[in-house]
């Protein structure tokens, strides 16, 4: 007698699928803003899926969260209010508040739902909201930036979907034009951005963008094997004089990024030559 | 009236898949020693598949086969003698024959409807063939090595599959000893060894397999989107005290692997330090 299998596949294009194989379905919901699927794979562990598009994962998240987070928080003299714009897992969270230097982060997340299951099933990874430096507002972020007031950051994590929908305005002119305007001297923005190998010309775009706004505008990439290609890029802006070495030690219990890689991280391959 | 779609996957692991939309099959047949299947992709252009496993595409063949070959022909002092055991699709080859010190590169594969395959239908891979310091033999590699000559190579490069079935002896220790052997002094052996995030406890095996023949063992990696989690692998292992900086310039036209990267390239994630 057997099993009959269960696999979940995200089509990442047209043409490329990947496809994990489910123990069992966990959670399955439309939220006010979206599809919420919750996992538990094969190989994966459990795993947030938004939209039909693979969020996290417990086994490989360390990665992501790790780059997205602390090559900006080390290169920043000292980042005391931290805004994270999305990042709904709360795993940008626990890496912003490793840093005892941190007084305040603020996340903005659109969806209430994305916390809660992620508090409920990613405890993990959403581990951090009790932290008393943690403030959660469930809001638009492009409406949060607009509102908010001159100077109010040190540094500001762009925790998003893919630039489709709901997400597509966190990628425009306009948000990172109020993002500099928050931002306090030294600021750092710091993204998601996507697959250089697959996104390569969103990505010429987004960097074009992005200069004409932000004096320096670095890209650096890590391998997620559970996004698009595995072979995905984070991007920094900034109109500081980006700093060659940290201001301080990485924190303890890092899986993946150490100060070591960040003097390297922004020497890319060829290919990629135009955004460094 | 909607076309059919096809596609091929790949098992990567029991709980992991890849699919690629497949425009057409150029070519599908079983040689001597495997399973041969050429596809048209949809994302990735050409690709070769043996016994199920996706080899090499012409999209994203650039990164594995640079990132195999120029980190130890830049950090060898004079690689005139080149051997490389497996290929056979000649990624390795065109790399290897990029450099003018190279006086002859020997490759060694098994199965020669692998090379005509390549030459057929993966002409921008198998373009260095007809180099008249290429010599290309079909025997087995294992064989030719224990066949060799002491001291007679300063690179030896194993471009294997995974080691399963008859490519499992490209990673045994006997295989290594007599790779030691065959190389002469300065000589560096390097090889694809799989991925780091789905093969750690192979990779521990290796490692300590080659660190009881080698004095100096260093993995590094790289973002290949169509080997198994996009997250892969290379280990490089020699008795010479590995210099720290590159004896020449990378050849023109590489599309990934520059000299800057080699400051870098063996400093690793924290989950891998073990490995440094």
Redesign the interface.
């Known amino acids: 007698m057997k099993s009959p299998e269960l ?1 979940f ?1 995200e089509y990442q ?9 489910v123990k069992r379905t966990l959670e399955h919901f439309k939220s006010k803003f979206q599809d919420i699927l919750v996992l538990e ?4 562990g459990r795993m947030l899926v938004l939209d039909g598009c693979v969020m996290t994962t417990e086994r ?1 998240e ?2 992501y969260h790790e780059m997205l987070v602390h090559p900006s928080m080390m290169l920043h003299p000292s980042p005391r209010h931290v805004l994270i714009i999305g990042g709904g897992d709360g795993g940008a969270l626990r890496e912003v508040l490793r840093y005892k230097e941190v007084e305040k982060s603020i996340m903005v997340e659109l969806d209430e739902e994305v916390v809660r299951i992620s508090k409920q099933y990613l405890p993990s990874i959403a581990s951090a909201f009790d932290d008393p430096r943690a403030d959660v507002l469930f809001y638009d972020g492009a409406k949060f930036v607009r509102e908010c007031n001159d100077g109010s950051f040190d540094i500001v994590i762009v925790d998003s979907t893919d630039p489709v929908g709901s997400a597509e305005v966190l990628f425009s002119k306009e948000f990172y034009s109020e993002i500099k305007r928050i931002l306090r001297p030294n600021g750092i923005v710091v993204t998601q951005s996507e697959s250089p ?2 996104h390569f010309e969103f990505l010429k775009k987004f960097h074009s963008m992005l200069k004409s706004i932000f004096l320096k505008v670095k890209l650096y ?3 997620v ?1 559970t996004y698009p ?3 995905w890029s984070f991007t920094i802006a900034t109109d500081s004089p980006l700093s060659k070495t940290p201001f301080r030690k990485e924190p303890d219990g ?5 100060s ?2 960040l ?2 991280i922004f ?1 890319l ?3 990629l030559k135009d955004f460094e």
């Open positions: 696999w596949t294009t047209r043409g490329l699928a990947l496809s994990f194989r794979t094969e190989e994966f490989d360390f990665i190998f697959l990439t890590a391998s094997p290609s595995g072979f890092l899986k993946f990024f150490n070591k890689m003097n390297h020497i391959p060829n290919f």
